[in-house]
């Protein structure tokens, strides 16, 4: 079996190449990739990244079925590093939160907050230690 570098590096060659043959190859690529076990943060992170752009940029439907299947099975890959006492605090970084099951960091400006304050007031936190005088939360 293809280790999951090889299958992203597949998978990045793959996702803006169109045509039913790159489609099936694809398809092939995100099975295979629905299979192994991935280890590490960096990895899981990049599996996110190129899933959520194959599935703006869909080859067809059975391509757009594997690709929600695959990002479905994100939290339990999550769960997955926590059970091998991998550190996923690079899972939240600034850079790439928003991963299923894991928190969203970011500035937001005061209506976005207030929009979220009133759809998840107990979910909703503030993290002032990463706060910086020019990420203020942003004008209306």
């Known amino acids: 079996m ?3 570098t090889h299958l992203l590096e597949q998978l990045d ?10 489609a099936r190859q694809i398809y092939s690529v995100l099975r295979q990739l629905a299979r192994v076990k991935i280890d590490d943060p960096e990895s899981l992170v990049r599996v996110h990244e190129l899933l959520l ?6 080859h067809n439907a059975s391509v757009v079925q594997q690709t929600e299947k695959l ?8 769960e ?7 550190d996923v605090s690079a899972l939240e970084h600034p850079e790439v939160s928003g991963i299923a099951g ?5 500035t937001f400006t005061f209506p ?10 107990t979910a ?8 910086e005088d020019e990420n203020r939360i942003g004008e209306m």
């Open 2 to 4: 293809p280790t999951v």
């Open 124 to 131: 909703l936190s503030f993290y002032w230690e990463w706060f």
């Open 53 to 58: 752009f194959v599935r703006a940029y869909p």
């Open 71 to 78: 990002l479905r099975d994100i939290p339990d890959r999550v």
């Open 102 to 106: 894991l928190s969203v960091t970011d």
């Open 13 to 22: 060659a793959l996702k803006s190449q169109f045509g039913a043959a790159y």
């Open 112 to 121: 976005i907050v207030s929009w979220l304050a009133q759809l998840k007031p």
């Open 80 to 86: 997955h590093l926590r059970e091998l006492d991998v």
